[in-house]
Nanobody
Framework: QVQLVESGGGLAQAGGSLRLSCVVS????????MAWFRQGPGKERDLVAA????????LYEESVKGRFTIARDNTRNTVFLEMNSLKPEDTAVYHC????????????????????WGQGTQVTVSS
């Protein structure tokens, strides 16, 4: 069983930064494709960023391009989301997700296609 535990959320001011971490256990991280999703109040769960199993390629939702960076350290079984220039509209619960098919194409896929999820970490950005 794969477990994902997120941390690093909290309260930030607009223009500030936060760094989220997702620690993965139960399977070597280099066997998994990974992504970060977010779900704002009353909204659907949307992809924020995705990264291939070796970190060679990444994909970003349009509104976070140039502000957020997804990265992974397979030796530490951890995936990161560096968030800069935060905006109030970034307020959401952020979840990391894992796909057992590490060779899955890097694209904006439906959340239901991911195999494992973390509980999420709340990010609140004040104006």
């Amino acid at each position: 069983q794969v477990q994902l535990v997120e941390s690093g959320g909290g309260l930030a001011q607009a223009g500030g930064s936060l760094r989220l971490s997702c620690v993965v256990s139960g399977r070597p991280l280099n066997r998994l494709a990974m992504a970060w999703f977010r779900q704002g109040p009353g909204k659907e769960r949307d992809l924020v960023a995705a990264i291939t199993w070796n970190g060679g390629s990444s994909l970003y939702e349009e509104s976070v391009k140039g502000r957020f960076t997804i990265a992974r350290d397979n030796t530490r079984n951890t995936v990161f989301l560096e968030m800069n220039s935060l905006k109030p509209e970034d307020t959401a619960v952020y979840h990391c997700a894992a796909d057992l098919d590490r060779y899955v194409p890097l694209e904006n896929r439906d959340p239901a296609e991911y195999d494992y999820w973390g509980q999420g970490t709340q990010v609140t950005v004040s104006s």
